[in-house]
């Protein structure tokens, strides 16, 4: 073993797959990229997940106290990364990286098409925001784009690299 630097401890733990999260203020909405999030409880499902107060999506999330998490396929993995480069403050992304917005059921939020799964989410829980910029956000209405069979995620392992998701195992589980 040999002493690995604290600043690189996010490349080891990161939690799930590198997911969109929109929102709309003042009839504005915005993409961002977001890869610091976790499972919090599974009924009803309970995301944990940190949108930093330099983020343009911060406002917007605390304002409207509603988003959406769209998860893509790993195919959209050069959009997902160019959307975490630039802000919302002075580029339309979904314009800018050709994203189709789909209204949602209980969110002014938009879903994004090109996603295989779409979460409707409010926030839930705000006590860990102005110390850690941690949302928890309730899932409201789920959607699954079944036309994507076998979708792969990506999962940020630091510095621009990307692990992709792979291959499945099975075993047995007392989880559902």
Known sequence: MRDLPLSEVYKFIEPGPVVLLT????NRPNV???SWHMMVDFTPPLIACVVSQGDYSFAALRATRA???????AKLA???V???NCSGRDTDKFEAFGLTQ????TTVAPLIAECFVNLECKVAD???VNKYNLFVLETVKAWRDTKQPAPKTIHHQGY?????DGDTIRLPSRMP
């Open 78 to 80: 050069e959009k997902v």
């Open 32 to 34: 961002m990229t977001m």
């Open 23 to 26: 929102t709309s203020h003042r």
């Open 67 to 73: 988003c959406v998490i769209a998860i893509p396929d």
């Open 82 to 84: 160019a959307i975490g």
């Open 102 to 105: 789909l209204p949602a059921e």
């Open 126 to 128: 705000t006590r860990l």
């Open 160 to 164: 621009g690299s990307f692990a992709v």
